[in-house]
């Protein structure tokens, strides 16, 4: 399963990429908002700092302008991905860019048939978002489930990103369900990271170090 950092975050990616277990990263206009620097400046940074693909979300709502405005995004850095949302337009800009080679991640996916509708439109990615799910009543992962089921039943080549991730046992779980990918800020990376039996472990292993003989 590969892991993404879901930020726009400069210092969060130094980090996270530090660690030796992040291969892309995914923004949006809300992260984006978050940072203090100018967007194309950010971006190339970003791209320079993460070793695989950074996805990049257009404005545009109409086909045309997304396509142009991905064309602009894919100059910034070779591992740009263009997030694409989910409508009929999207659906057109994503055919098109897909025969470019340019390649797209579609979002804000919260149901199987937006999932088969984008594999069907040549997404590289698509990004359902459990966590929004969860927060109405819906269990998210039972989308995962399903979408997996879909795409194994049509071969399509489609990664699925798990998305809107809020904590330790989302990962888990997608990971059970064998998800390409799982996008996470970089809170809950950390608590991956944590177990108390870990730190009591550790306490002690030092301690008893202390009695033998040097
Ligand atoms: O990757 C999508 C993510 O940024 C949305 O997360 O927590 O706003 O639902 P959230």
């Not at 130094?14 to 923004?27: D, M, N, P």
């Amino acid at each position: 399963m590969k892991f993404f950092l879901d930020t726009a975050n400069l210092e969060q990616i130094k980090e996270a990429v530090s660690w030796g277990v992040i291969e892309g990263v995914t923004t949006n206009p809300t992260l984006i908002s978050k940072e203090n620097m100018e967007f194309e400046e950010l971006i190339k940074k970003i791209c320079e700092i993460v070793p695989g693909p950074v996805s990049v979300e257009v404005i545009s709502q109409e086909w045309k302008g997304m396509v142009e405005e991905a064309k602009k995004f894919a100059e910034l850095a070779e591992n740009v991905v263009i997030k694409i949302p989910m409508t009929v337009d999207g659906l057109k800009a994503t055919r098109e860019l897909s025969r470019k080679n340019i390649k797209v991640n579609m979002t804000l996916i919260f149901s199987p048939s937006q999932a088969l509708l984008a594999a069907k439109a040549g997404a590289s990615f698509i990004s359902p978002f459990i966590g929004r799910l969860d927060d109405i009543s819906t269990p998210g992962m039972n989308l995962i489930e399903d979408i997996i089921t879909i795409f194994n039943n049509y071969m399509f080549d489609t990664e699925i990103i798990v998305a809107s991730i809020r904590h330790p046992l989302h990962v888990v779980e997608a990971a059970l369900l064998g998800a390409h990918i799982a996008t996470m800020p970089f809170q809950v990376l950390e608590k991956l990271v944590n177990h108390p039996l870990t730190n009591i472990g550790l306490e002690r292993f030092l301690k008893d170090w202390e009695k033998v003989k040097k």
